[in-house]
C-alpha cells in the first residue's frame, strides 16, 4: 500500500504563502495521480488540486490562480504553493494518491490556519 507522509502546514497571515509537501514511503506501485483535499469546520472535505502521471493538472475554481501543484524532485511526491492565502482556505489539508490497480491513499492530514 501506499504510504503518505505530510508536511508544511502552519499558521500565517492574510496574503502569505505557504507549501504543503506529500511524499510516498515503501512503495512500488505506479501512481495514476496525487493531489490534495479540504476539509474545514462544518464545510465537506472538497477537492483542492490534483496532478496525474501523465501531468495533467486540475484545481478547485477558488484556489485557480493562487495554488500551484507540482511534482517534487523525488518519484512520487507532490507539492502545492499556496500563495495569497485568505481565512476561507483554513482548513485541514489531505494528501492522497490513486495507484494503478489498487485503492486510494490518504494522509493524516496538516492543518492550515490563515488568520489576521
Known amino acids: 500500500q501506499v504510504q503518505l507522509v505530510e508536511s508544511g502546514g502552519g499558521m500565517v497571515q492574510p496574503g502569505e504563502s505557504l507549501r504543503l509537501s506529500c511524499s510516498t514511503s515503501?512503495?512500488?506501485?505506479?501512481?495514476?495521480?496525487m493531489g490534495w483535499y479540504r476539509q474545514a469546520p462544518g464545510k465537506e472535505r472538497e477537492f483542492v488540486a490534483r496532478i496525474t502521471s501523465g501531468n495533467s493538472i486540475r484545481y478547485v475554481d477558488s484556489v485557480k490562480g493562487r495554488f500551484s501543484i507540482s511534482r517534487g524532485d523525488a518519484a512520487n511526491t507532490v507539492l502545492l504553493q499556496m500563495n495569497r492565502l485568505t481565512p476561507e482556505d483554513t482548513a485541514v489539508y489531505f494528501c492522497y494518491a490513486k495507484p494503478y490497480g489498487g485503492d486510494d491513499s490518504w494522509g493524516q492530514g496538516t492543518q492550515v490556519t490563515v488568520s489576521s
Open positions: 515503501g512503495s512500488d506501485f505506479r501512481l495514476f495521480a
